[in-house]
């Protein structure tokens, strides 16, 4: 495997074997100390965690892996961190892992957390000057000033998440995994915990983070796998899975009130989780669900049948929009523009008061949006172009009643830098018209 490599899996399943009798299992351990292979027959009839995974993960990656519960996260990264075999196919890991999981530092509550980091790292071979130093950057990084020598009993629990991952990233591995303990703190602290992170990461130490968090994925990873039922559904950049997976997520929404419905597959909504192509405008969007009485055909920005600008922070944009109607009737329209960062967070929303339009079924409607300064600061952001039915609204808040079309995160605009102070986002005006 090349040094470049910090990962690779190859065809990976695993398969818990599932007993109805006690003396099954006894009978089980038996032949497998005995033949030192598995029972093929109780193996198909088991549980597939896995079923044919493969990945490869470069040295200095962040790759954060989503998934709905149950769906094979965990047993993935116990098979990363050799607590067992695969049942099939082979893992190959170049360098040492360090799994960081709920509880894994194993902080001693009578302690403060400057012995309970003397004592994790009395465990590795350090010199006493090494040490100290780590001790140190522990203490500065945590910003605990007199609770850093307090009880650990006696800190929140925000103050707990980060002494726990300071001291945990006090000891450089080559791989780092992650499940499931950074959801304490607020912008402040995953800042700082995204810039550590990113520093490990620039001295070569992989991380592999598992996360139901969509905004921690974005935050702190580059790249991200999204499993399903034991296998990858899609591996591409963080933003684009877990655009597609919040689609997923919401599509199930739309039919159970169990995100863990295992009855619902992949394979039953793929159709509806993007690669969907806007006919008057060519651009590739993803379409989240929606009552469908009107539909978004087309949108241009700047005029420009595109699905990414670029702009500096005093220029102005322009979105037209094309709707169509699905039957004819008559229509009050909500137009929501909305604004995202690369991370994920929702920066900003542009919404008309209320069209009023009658509509032939088949028949078109233009809508433009113009901004004389957009009013953000230099970046990428991602736009949602949301189409909702403002006479539901009235006596409900549930979006299976008032939304008709959503193209999520389908468009974006990059502001380039300028060293000015951006203008708030709100002058604007809203036009329909006609389409011709």
Not at 105 to 133: D, H, K
Not at 415 to 424: R, T, Y
Request: charged letters at 25%; hydrophobic letters at 40%; a negative charge.
């Amino acid at each position: 495997m090349s040094q470049d490599i910090a990962i690779e899996i190859c065809d990976v399943a695993k398969t818990y074997p599932v007993f109805t009798h006690p003396w099954q299992a006894v009978r089980y351990l038996g032949a497998l100390i005995r033949h030192g292979r598995l029972d093929e027959k109780h193996l198909q009839d088991g549980v597939h965690a896995l079923s044919g995974v493969n990945l490869t993960v470069r040295r200095g990656e962040r790759i954060g892996i989503v998934g709905r519960n149950g769906a094979g996260k965990s047993t993935l990264l116990k098979l990363l961190s050799a607590d067992f075999p695969p049942t099939r196919g082979s893992m190959h890991v170049n360098g040492e892992i360090y799994c960081l999981l709920p509880g894994s530092v194993g902080f001693t509550l009578e302690q403060s957390t400057l012995e309970n980091a003397r004592q994790y790292l009395s465990y590795l071979p350090i010199t006493e000057e090494e040490m100290e130093a780590r001790i140190e950057d522990i203490r500065t990084f945590t910003e605990l000033g007199e609770y850093f020598t307090q009880p650990v009993k006696n800190l929140s629990l925000g103050m707990r998440v980060r002494a726990e991952f300071a001291v945990a990233t006090a000891r450089m591995a080559d791989i780092v995994i992650i499940d499931e303990v950074l959801g304490a703190g607020d912008i402040y602290w995953s800042e700082k915990i995204a810039r550590r992170m990113e520093q490990l990461c620039a001295q070569g130490t992989t991380l592999v983070l598992v996360s139901h968090s969509l905004e921690q994925i974005n935050r702190y990873c580059e790249r991200a796998v999204w499993i399903e039922k034991g296998e990858v559904v899609l591996d591409d950049t963080a933003v684009e899975v877990t655009k597609r997976y919040e689609g997923f997520l919401e599509q199930l929404s739309w039919q159970t009130d169990d995100l863990d419905d295992k009855t619902v597959s992949i394979q039953q909504m793929a159709a509806g989780l993007g690669n969907r192509t806007l006919p008057d405008s060519g651009q590739t969007i993803t379409r989240w669900p929606g009552r469908g009485d009107v539909e978004i055909t087309g949108v241009w920005l700047n005029e420009k049948p595109s699905s990414k600008i670029q702009l500096s922070a005093e220029d102005p944009l322009s979105i037209r929009l094309h709707v169509k109607a699905c039957k004819s009737g008559q229509f009050r329209l909500g137009y929501l523009f909305t604004f995202w960062s690369v991370y994920g967070k929702r920066v900003a929303v542009v919404e008309n008061e209320t069209d009023f339009i009658e509509l032939a079924k088949d028949e078109q409607h233009a809508i433009s949006l113009n901004l004389e300064t957009l009013g953000l600061a230099s970046g990428a952001y991602h736009i949602t172009l949301t189409v909702m039915d403002t006479g539901a609204s009235i006596g409900t808040t549930n979006e299976t009643a008032t939304r008709l079309d959503a193209l999520y995160k389908s468009f974006s605009v990059e502001i380039a830098p300028n060293g000015g102070h951006p203008s708030p986002i709100y002058r604007f005006t809203l036009l329909s018209e006609p389409s011709q």
